[in-house]
């Protein structure tokens, strides 16, 4: 949508939706404008990536909504052009193996074997223990990073609500997943934690059926304006849609029952 429909002076509210909404959706048509709060030029960190290039990328401090799902989207973008979610999957996966390996031995192990046999399961067991270390480094790193490039592309309240969060997931006596669930014990750094860790950081952000309201209102709420073209209207329309897959879904809460369905899906077809 050109800049022009962005205005607030330009497109209203009631050119695009249907009637006066009793509840505002997660992120509307609209974009909304903060009006009192002073307009900040963002600081800017350099991320490098894999093939030596050089990205400028904003890091995000405050702004609405969309602005803050759009970053966390460019943020997962980064972290995916690392290949980090795939580092943490196969270095978890070697993790396992190695230590189902290692296990094997130990139990196979024969007090009375013969001493070069024994020497020989010695030197299997010393080697098996040195790839389970180095994959567990491997994938600790991998994971550390990952947490880490979130955290330096947020700054100010978002920056401390990360770190809120991370605490709360992997320095407690007892962690409680998205749904509410508490498991005691301190949970380690994984790939799924990762991303636990980011849906909760969203619910601080929006509501836990913010899929659910998101669809609804592309659904049935919104209307094309007259004054935007129908390109206009279809790619801010996508937009919208797209933003579905990343917000929370009711699905995911406490307040989820059997027949509960996930609504963070995108609409195949809009028109």
Same mark, same amino acid.
């Given at each position: ?18 009637? +006066? ?12 404008? !903060? ?15 894999? !093939? ?16 803050? %799902? ?6 997962? =973008?980064?972290?995916? +052009?690392? /290949? ?15 230590? @189902?390996?290692?296990?094997?031995? +130990? ?10 046999? @024994?020497? &020989?399961?010695?030197?299997? %067991? ?34 401390? +609500?990360?770190?809120?969060?991370? =605490? ?38 929006? /509501?836990? !059926? ?7 209102? %592309? ?7 007259? =004054? &935007? ?5 279809? /790619? ?8 579905? =897959? ?18 963070? %899906? ?6």
């Amino acid at each position: 949508m050109s800049s022009n429909l962005k205005s607030p002076d330009m497109l209203k509210d009631v050119e695009c939706e249907k009637g +006066q909404l009793s509840q505002r959706p997660p992120i509307p048509y609209v974009p909304v404008v !903060d009006l009192v709060t002073p307009k900040e030029e963002p600081t800017v960190l350099k991320v490098k990536l894999p !093939d030596d290039s050089h990205i400028s990328v904003p890091i995000f401090s405050r702004g609405n909504n969309e602005e803050y %799902i759009a970053h966390i989207v460019a943020v997962l =973008r980064i972290i995916e +052009q690392k /290949s980090l979610p795939k580092k943490c999957r196969v270095y978890a996966k070697a993790v396992v193996k190695r230590q @189902a390996a290692l296990k094997n031995l +130990q139990e196979a192990s024969e007090p009375d074997a013969a001493s070069l046999e @024994a020497a &020989a399961r010695k030197v299997e %067991i010393e080697q098996t223990t040195q790839m389970l270390q180095e994959a567990q480094r491997a994938h600790d790193k991998a994971i550390a990073e990952s947490y880490e490039q979130l955290r330096n592309l947020l700054s100010g309240d978002a920056q401390s +609500q990360w770190d809120r969060v991370c =605490r709360e997931m992997h320095e407690s006596d007892s962690w409680a997943a998205v749904n509410g669930k508490v498991t005691e014990g301190r949970r380690p750094r994984t790939w799924m934690s990762f991303l636990d860790c980011l849906e909760l950081h969203k619910l601080t952000v929006f /509501s836990a !059926d913010a899929a659910e309201k998101q669809r609804f209102y %592309i659904q049935q709420a919104v209307r094309k304006p007259q =004054r &935007a073209t129908v390109r206009q209207h279809i /790619s801010r329309m996508g937009v919208l849609n797209d933003y579905v =897959r990343h917000l929370p879904t009711l699905k995911d809460s406490s307040k989820a029952v059997p027949t509960t369905r996930k609504g963070n %899906i995108p609409f195949a077809r809009l028109i």
